[in-house]
C-alpha cells in the first residue's frame, strides 16, 4: 500500500432523506466541538467539515480504516444517531474517487439543483474555517486548491452553470436583461405570498435595493416589507403609483387581474425612457394580458417563466457528462500527485463493504 | 519582408484581422455558444494597428489625413469606428459588441480594397495646404464612425428587444447587454457624432465662408443634413419622444445616411485628381 489517506465520510441528498439530514445537521458551534474532539483521534492528520443543508462530509488524511471507524463512531454519538443506521445512508470514498467527489460537489454536479454555484463558496467556507482551526496540512492544501482550479475551469469550460433553474431566479435574469445593474431598479411586489417572498428574495440577493410591497391585506404587506427592509404600499393605490417602479411582480391570490392595460400604458407616458417589466407569478392572473402588446412594455407569465428555467436545466443536463469527463482527467492527475512515494497510506475499504464500518 | 509593402498591402491584412475577428466570433458562436471576447478583441486591435500603418503611409504620400477618394473615406471611418471600441469596448465588456464590430470593420475595409475604382484617383494636397480644413473632414469622418458604432449598439438593441418580446433568450441573445445599459451607450454616442459633426461643420463653415466656392452646395447641403437628422433625433430622445425600438432604427438610418452622403460629399470636392498608385513606404536615406 503505498497511497496518501485522503478520504471522504459522511453523507448527501443522494443518499438520506431530508428527515435524515435534519438529524445529522450540524450549526457552527457544533462543528467547532466536533472538530475539537475529532483532532483527539490518532491517525487523524487532516481534516475538513464540509457542512450544508444538502450533505455532512468528512475530507480528510487518515491512517487506517480504523480511524475513519472511529471518526464515524465520534459524529454519530453526538448526534445521537445510531452507527448502523447511518451505515446505510453512509457514502465513503478513498483516494482519486474521493477527489473526483469533491471536484464533482464544488461544480455543483452533485447538488439538488444541477449547476447552483452556492456550493461553490460553501467549499471554500470550509476549507477557510479549517485553515483557522489549524486543521490542514499538505494533502488537503492541495486538494481544495486544485478543487477550485477545476470547478472554476469546468465552469468556464461548459455550460453547467449557464442560465437559471429556479423561476424566482429566471425572473431575476430577466430584470437584469432589461436594466442591467439592479441597484437603483424600483421594484413593486403584489401580493405577500411565499412566491412574492422567494421572488424578493432574490432579488434582494442580487442587489435590489428598493423594494416595495403591496397587498390587499396591509398588515401581510407591511409584515413582509419589514423583513425585507421595505416599504408597504396601500394595495389600492398600485395603478396610480406604477410609475415609480421598473419591474412589477404579481402573485395575489385576487381573483381578477389586478393591473390593467391602461394602468400600465399611463405609467409607461409618465415614464417613458424605461422600460417596464411585468412578472405574473399569480394563478388566476395578476396582470392583463395586453400589456405585452404595449412598446417598452415586457410581460412574463408563470409559463414563460417556468419554460425558460426547464430550457436551462435541459441545458445543464446535457453537459454533465462533459464536465465530469473534465473533472476525471484533473482528478487522476492530482491523484497521481498526491499518491507519490513517501505520502501516508490510504484507509483500505474491505471488498464488498462499504468503505467504512460503522464503530 | 512587412517594411516593403505599400499602404495597400498594409490594409489587406488589416482587413484580414479584422474578418478573422469576425471568422473566430462566428466559430465561437457555432461551436461554444458565445462569441470569443478576449480573442477578437486582440485581433480588432491588431487589425488597427496595421490599419494606422496603412493609412500612415497613404498620408504620407498625399500630404494630409488620407480622405482624397471613397476608398479612403471608408478605411477612415472604420478606423474612427474601431477607434472607439477599443476604449469603449474596455469599459462596456460586450463580447457580442467586438464580433459585430470586427464585422462591420470587416465589411467596410474589404469593400472598400474590393472595388478599384474607388481607389483609382486620388486628389494630390485636396485641402490645399489648409490645416482647418483638414480638421474639418477629419472630425466629420470620425463624427461618421461614432455613427457606425452607434448602428451597432442600436442592433444590439433591436436584437435584446426582440429576444424579450419573443422570450427567446438562449444563443447570442443571451450575450447582449441589458436594454436600459444599450439606451444609455446609445444616447451617449449620438450625443458625441452630433457634437463632432457640430465642431466639424464650425470649422468648414468658417472657411466657406471665406471662399463660398470651395465647397459645392450639394455637399454642404448634405453635411448639414446628416448633422440635422442627428441632433433631431437627439432632441426628441432627450424629450422621450424616441424610445427603445424607434431609437434603435434612428441609429441605424442614421449611419446608413451618413455612409450615403459619403459619394455626393467626395463627388462634390473640386480638387485636381491624379490616379492613385500603391503609396510605398518612403525610401531610406
Given at each position: ?6 478520504f471522504l465520510l459522511g453523507t448527501t441528498h443522494q443518499r438520506a432523506p431530508l428527515a435524515v439530514r435534519e438529524k445529522l445537521a450540524l450549526d457552527a458551534e457544533a462543528s467547532a466541538a466536533l472538530q475539537t474532539e475529532l483532532a ?284 465530469r469527463a473534465m473533472l476525471k482527467e484533473k482528478s487522476a492527475a492530482l491523484w497521481q500527485q498526491v499518491s507519490a512515494p513517501g505520502a501516508p497510506p490510504a484507509p483500505t475499504p474491505a471488498a464488498g463493504k462499504p468503505a467504512v464500518?460503522?464503530? | ?204 463653415a468658417n472657411y466657406w465662408l471665406r471662399d463660398p466656392a470651395s465647397a459645392s452646395i450639394g455637399k454642404l447641403l448634405v453635411t448639414v443634413a446628416v448633422w440635422l437628422a442627428a441632433s433631431i433625433a437627439l432632441i426628441l430622445r ?48
Amino acid at each position: 500500500m503505498n497511497s496518501p489517506g485522503f478520504f471522504l465520510l459522511g453523507t448527501t441528498h443522494q443518499r438520506a432523506p431530508l428527515a435524515v439530514r435534519e438529524k445529522l445537521a450540524l450549526d457552527a458551534e457544533a462543528s467547532a466541538a466536533l472538530q475539537t474532539e475529532l483532532a483527539t483521534i490518532a491517525g487523524l492528520r487532516e481534516l475538513t467539515i464540509l457542512n450544508t443543508c444538502n450533505r455532512i462530509e468528512f475530507y480528510g488524511v487518515a491512517e487506517s480504516p480504523e480511524t475513519l471507524a472511529r471518526i464515524e463512531a465520534v459524529f454519530c454519538a453526538r448526534q445521537c444517531f445510531p452507527p448502523e443506521e447511518f451505515a446505510t445512508f453512509r457514502l465513503s470514498l478513498v483516494g482519486r474517487e474521493a477527489i473526483q467527489h469533491l471536484f464533482e460537489v464544488a461544480t455543483g454536479l452533485d447538488s439538488q439543483m444541477l449547476g447552483e454555484t452556492e456550493i461553490f463558496g460553501q467549499v471554500k467556507a470550509a476549507y477557510a474555517t479549517a485553515q483557522t482551526r489549524q486543521s490542514t496540512g499538505p494533502v488537503l492544501n492541495r486538494v481544495f486548491q486544485k478543487t477550485f482550479q477545476a470547478a472554476k475551469y469546468v465552469r468556464t469550460q461548459t455550460a453547467i452553470t449557464v442560465g437559471q433553474v429556479s423561476i424566482a431566479n429566471v425572473a431575476v435574469d430577466l430584470a437584469q436583461n432589461i436594466f442591467g445593474d439592479l441597484k437603483a431598479t424600483r421594484i413593486l411586489l403584489l401580493g405577500a405570498g411565499d412566491i412574492g417572498e422567494k421572488t424578493a428574495k432574490a432579488f434582494q440577493s442580487r442587489g435590489a435595493a428598493s423594494l416595495t410591497v403591496a397587498s390587499r391585506n396591509l398588515e401581510r404587506a407591511m409584515g413582509l416589507a419589514t423583513t425585507f427592509g421595505a416599504s408597504a404600499l396601500p394595495f389600492e393605490q398600485r395603478e396610480a403609483r406604477l410609475a415609480e417602479f421598473d419591474v412589477v411582480v404579481g402573485s395575489t391570490a385576487a381573483p381578477e387581474t389586478v393591473v390593467s392595460v391602461a394602468a400600465a400604458a399611463a405609467a409607461l407616458r409618465k415614464r417613458p425612457a424605461r422600460p417596464l417589466f411585468f412578472i405574473d407569478l399569480a394563478l388566476p392572473r395578476d396582470i392583463e394580458a395586453g400589456v405585452a402588446d404595449l412598446e417598452n412594455a415586457f410581460l412574463y407569465n408563470l409559463d414563460d417563466l417556468a419554460k425558460i428555467a426547464e430550457s436551462h436545466r435541459i441545458a445543464r443536463l446535457a453537459e454533465v457528462e462533459r464536465a465530469r469527463a473534465m473533472l476525471k482527467e484533473k482528478s487522476a492527475a492530482l491523484w497521481q500527485q498526491v499518491s507519490a512515494p513517501g505520502a501516508p497510506p490510504a484507509p483500505t475499504p474491505a471488498a464488498g463493504k462499504p468503505a467504512v464500518s460503522p464503530a | 519582408m512587412l517594411a516593403a509593402f505599400n499602404d495597400r498591402q498594409w490594409l489587406w491584412l488589416s482587413a484580414g484581422f479584422y474578418f478573422a475577428g469576425f471568422l473566430l466570433g462566428t466559430w465561437s458562436l457555432l461551436r461554444r455558444g458565445r462569441p470569443s471576447g478576449v480573442w477578437v478583441y486582440a485581433l480588432i486591435a491588431a487589425g488597427y494597428g496595421l490599419q494606422l500603418a496603412g493609412l500612415g503611409l497613404r498620408g504620407r504620400a498625399v500630404g494630409g489625413c488620407p480622405l482624397g477618394n471613397t476608398f479612403e473615406l471608408f478605411q477612415f471611418t472604420a478606423w474612427s469606428a474601431i477607434s472607439l471600441y477599443l476604449v469603449i469596448g474596455v469599459a462596456f465588456r460586450s463580447s457580442v459588441l467586438g464580433y459585430f464590430t470586427a464585422s462591420l470593420a470587416a465589411s467596410l475595409t474589404l469593400l472598400s480594397l474590393a472595388i478599384p475604382a474607388w481607389d483609382s484617383g486620388r486628389r494630390l494636397r485636396f485641402f490645399g495646404h489648409n490645416p482647418w480644413i483638414e480638421l474639418h473632414a477629419a472630425l466629420a469622418l470620425f463624427s461618421y464612425g461614432v455613427f457606425a458604432l452607434l448602428a451597432l449598439t442600436s442592433l444590439m438593441l433591436l436584437l435584446r428587444h426582440f429576444s424579450l418580446k419573443s422570450k427567446n433568450l438562449g444563443g447570442l441573445f443571451s450575450f447582449l447587454p441589458s436594454m436600459v445599459d444599450l439606451d444609455q451607450i446609445g444616447l451617449r454616442l449620438l450625443s458625441t457624432g452630433v457634437v463632432l459633426l457640430a465642431a466639424s461643420l464650425i470649422v468648414g463653415a468658417n472657411y466657406w465662408l471665406r471662399d463660398p466656392a470651395s465647397a459645392s452646395i450639394g455637399k454642404l447641403l448634405v453635411t448639414v443634413a446628416v448633422w440635422l437628422a442627428a441632433s433631431i433625433a437627439l432632441i426628441l430622445r432627450l424629450r422621450g419622444r424616441l424610445l427603445a425600438k424607434r431609437f434603435a432604427w434612428t441609429g441605424l438610418f442614421l449611419f446608413a445616411a451618413a455612409l450615403l452622403s459619403l459619394w455626393p460629399i467626395d463627388s462634390s470636392r473640386h480638387a485636381v485628381t491624379v490616379p492613385a498608385a500603391p503609396s510605398n513606404p518612403p525610401a531610406r536615406p
